[in-house]
């Protein structure tokens, strides 16, 4: 069946412009968690739903990240006025629940550069 | 002191060899052991998850779980040049998974 989808696939923008990332968790699945890869580092947690709740929002960096999901599926992570340090790729996983995160599966990413 | 380690290789070996792949961590709580390979530019791909302490194998990889020293390996016999990819380590706490910075993996003709 299809995964995890992300878009775009890579984003350009200048800085202080705000993007969308958008993420379409396998079907059925009802968690969806958002990371964000640095160059170099490892991945680093920023939010997750249950459902349509966010219970833990405790990676977003900064209050310029929110993140929404609607209807239990799509999610969109926004950053506004985005800075060069937001660089990187940002990836979306989804599990079947939040009791399996173990079991997370991952999309392609969208690469964004702030330039 | 990151909650995971793992050395950032990379590592290179030749076709055909046994590669160890490691992490170490400090949460006694951790339950879930997982091992994700991530191709260029590409998302990463769970391998397997290990439950607790032991050894869990799948075709050519056995992940290893040694609580007591908090410590998880992951073996990849007969490798691939398809293997060539850099191998995340992660573990399970209450909702996130806690990621390793991952490890470089060449396998050479």
């Known amino acids: 069946g299809a995964g995890v989808s992300q878009s775009p696939s890579n984003k350009v923008t200048e800085k202080g412009k705000d993007v969308e990332l958008r993420c379409d968790p396998i079907s059925g699945h009802t968690a969806l968690y958002w990371y964000r890869q640095s160059l170099g580092q490892g991945l680093e947690f920023l939010i997750y739903?249950?459902?349509?709740?966010?219970?833990?929002k405790s990676g977003l960096p900064s209050d310029r990240f929110s993140a929404e999901r609607t209807g239990g599926s799509v999610s969109t992570l926004t950053i506004q006025r985005t800075q060069q340090e937001d660089s990187a790729v940002y990836l979306c996983a989804s599990s079947l629940e939040a009791g399996g995160a173990y079991e997370q599966y991952f999309g392609p990413g969208t690469r964004l550069t702030v330039t | 002191q990151k909650e995971v380690e793992q050395d950032p290789g990379p590592l290179s070996v030749p076709e055909g060899a046994i590669v160890s792949l490691n992490c170490t961590y400090s949460n006694s709580a951790f339950q879930y052991f997982m091992w994700y390979r991530q191709y260029s530019r590409k998302g990463p791909e769970l391998l397997m998850y290990?439950?607790?302490?032991g050894n869990k194998e799948d075709g050519r990889f056995t992940a290893q779980v040694d609580k007591s020293s908090k410590y998880i390996s992951l073996f990849i016999r007969d490798s691939q040049p398809s293997d060539s990819a850099t191998y995340l380590c992660?573990?399970?706490?209450?909702?996130?998974?806690?990621f390793g910075t991952g490890t470089r993996l060449q396998v050479f003709p």
């Open positions: 992660a573990m399970y706490n209450t909702d996130k998974l806690i």
């Open positions: 739903f249950q459902g349509n709740s966010a219970p833990d």
């Open positions: 290990t439950y607790s302490s």
